[in-house]
């Protein structure tokens, strides 16, 4: 009896994770997929693979990268499987940054622009500045994330916001 309350209380454990973190993983795979029912594919394998190991989740001190670290490893394993990597808009997939009727075409073009920019950045780049800039983690989770380095996440970090910036101006010039 006391190892089923266990498991019932890892279920609930991992509702509670997939209530408070579904909306981030699916922005975050929808931007590496750049495909939205791909993307919430893959985050509903992730969060199947977060039950399935739900066992380890005393263990885990940060589940947040827990969770992310399966959302990559799920995400790169789908789209090699898949050999397809498709673009999708450069907008938070959780509504933030939803268009609004009245938009100007300058916020039009000025979404597009970013969009190419992120789109001119390989996955081994896109990945650790989207997790950095936009996500908000610290390098040593990335690191943990990724399986590489400190020191690689910050050179990629570092070289991706160069690439992002050169690939930004040079769509302002066309």
Known sequence: MPEEQESDAQAQQVAELFEQHRAAVFAYLARMTRDAALAEEVTQETFLKVYAARAKLPGIENARAWIFR????????????????????FEDAEGEGARS??????????????????????????????????????????????????????????????????????????
């Not at 650790?128 to 996440?153: K, N, R, W």
């Open 70 to 89: 399966i959302a990559i490893n799920t995400c790169s394993t789908t789209l090699k499987r898949n050999r397809r990597f498709r673009w999708l808009n």
């Open 101 to 174: 009727a009245n938009d100007s075409q300058r916020q039009l073009m000025e979404h597009d622009a970013v969009e190419r920019a992120l789109g001119a950045l390989s996955e081994e780049y896109r990945a650790p500045l989207l997790l950095f800039g936009h996500y908000g983690f610290h390098v040593a989770e990335i690191a943990d994330m990724l399986g590489i380095s400190e020191g690689a996440v910050k050179t990629r970090v570092y070289r991706a916001k160069e690439m992002f910036i050169r690939a930004y101006r040079q769509g302002e010039v066309e």
